[in-house]
């Protein structure tokens, strides 16, 4: 049974960093596209980051680009989502997703699992 874990999130004023992790069971993250996604009131689930098998390709939406990072520790089976210079605007709940295939890394239905989420709140 595959289980996707994420811990990190909390409040933080705009131009703070928080580090998002996410803990996977029942998958290899070094052998799956691991991404992030998040959803605010009201709209639809987006894109934030993707990393893939190899460490080396790694993909951001626009709005993350330059301030978000994702990475992996093989040996802890765990991703993460660096995000430094937050704004007001990133306010949502954080979502890790996997997947075992590639079927794109961009959209929600690329992705097979999901974690619960966890809240990210960043005052102005």
């Known amino acids: 049974q595959v289980q996707l874990v994420e811990s990190g999130g909390g409040l933080v004023q705009a131009g703070g960093s928080l580090r998002l992790s996410c803990a996977a069971s029942g998958l290899t993250v070094s052998a799956s596209i691991m991404g992030w996604f998040r959803q605010a009131p009201g709209t639809e689930r987006e894109f934030v980051a993707a990393i893939s098998w190899s460490d080396q390709n790694t993909y951001y939406s626009d709005s993350a680009k330059g301030r978000f990072t994702i990475s992996r520790d093989n040996a802890k089976n765990t991703v993460y989502l660096q995000m430094n210079n937050l704004k007001p605007e990133d306010t949502a709940v954080y979502y890790c997703?996997?997947?075992?295939?590639?079927?794109?890394?961009?959209?929600?239905?690329?992705?097979?699992?999901w974690g619960q989420g966890t809240q990210v709140t960043v005052s102005s």
């Open positions: 997703a996997a997947s075992r295939g590639y079927r794109g890394y961009f959209s929600p239905n690329s992705y097979d699992y």
